[in-house]
């Protein structure tokens, strides 16, 4: 059974900073793309960034380009979320994804190239 367990999340002042990781299991996570999206109160979710199988390529939503990082560490079938700068309005709850393929394309950016979920993390950042 696929599980991904997010965690990291908590309560942060603007400007500072927090580390997601996305802890999978029940697949060779290795061999395929993940990804994070984030879903604040009243909205819909939305892309932040992706990473593909080998970690070399990644895409991230304007918003967070320069302040927000994705890597992942496949001997330990994680991947994280280096987020810095942060701002109120990232504030939301933050979930990692899984994808079954290797390569990223601009589809990456939606909800339903995505084949399963974590159940998500809270991130608040007060101003």
């Known amino acids: 059974q696929v599980q991904l367990v997010e965690s990291g999340g908590g309560l942060v002042q603007a400007g500072g900073s927090l580390k997601l990781s996305c802890a999978a299991s029940?697949?060779?996570?290795?061999?395929?793309?993940m990804g994070w999206f984030r879903q604040a109160p009243g909205k819909e979710r939305e892309f932040v960034a992706a990473?593909?199988?080998?970690?070399?390529?990644?895409d991230s939503t304007d918003s967070v380009k320069g302040r927000f990082t994705i890597s992942r560490d496949n001997a330990k079938n994680t991947v994280y979320l280096q987020m810095n700068s942060l701002k109120p309005e990232d504030t939301a709850v933050y979930y990692c994804?899984?994808?079954?393929?290797?390569?990223?394309?601009?589809?990456?950016?939606?909800?339903?190239?995505?084949?399963?979920w974590g159940r998500g993390t809270q991130v608040t950042v007060s101003s």
């Open positions: 994804a899984v994808a079954s393929r290797p390569r990223l394309t601009k589809e990456a950016r939606l909800s339903w190239w995505y084949d399963y």
């Open positions: 990473i593909n199988w080998s970690g070399v390529n990644t």
């Open positions: 029940g697949r060779t996570f290795s061999n395929y793309a």
